[in-house]
């Protein structure tokens, strides 16, 4: 799935419209949006998906235990997929 930018958007304008109206401390209104910010920027960072291609050459070590010893006796490929945690 790609970054879902309009919800970032929506995420960053809901955290300067929280302090719009906020005439108390400006320092908490300061950190509560670096908070919201980085809220924000983290949840879509992690809304995509990490697609990869992997291709594996003949004699490339195998890395898992038994019963994978040895080496790989011809190419292969593959394709992974995954969430960005």
């Known amino acids: 799935m790609p970054l879902m930018t309009p919800k970032l958007i929506q995420d960053i304008k ?3 419209d929280a302090q719009k109206e906020n005439t108390g401390n400006q ?7 670096a908070t ?6 983290d949840s879509y960072v992690r ?15 195998v890395a898992a235990p038994p ?4 080496s790989t006796v ?4 593959g394709t992974g997929q995954g969430a960005v945690t």
């Open 14 to 16: 809901k955290a300067f």
């Open 27 to 33: 320092d908490a209104a300061i950190m509560k949006i």
């Open 36 to 41: 919201d910010l980085g809220m924000a920027i």
């Open 47 to 61: 809304s995509g998906t990490v697609i990869t291609t992997v291709i594996t050459n003949p004699g490339q070590a």
């Open 67 to 70: 019963p994978g010893v040895g």
């Open 74 to 77: 011809s190419p292969g490929t």
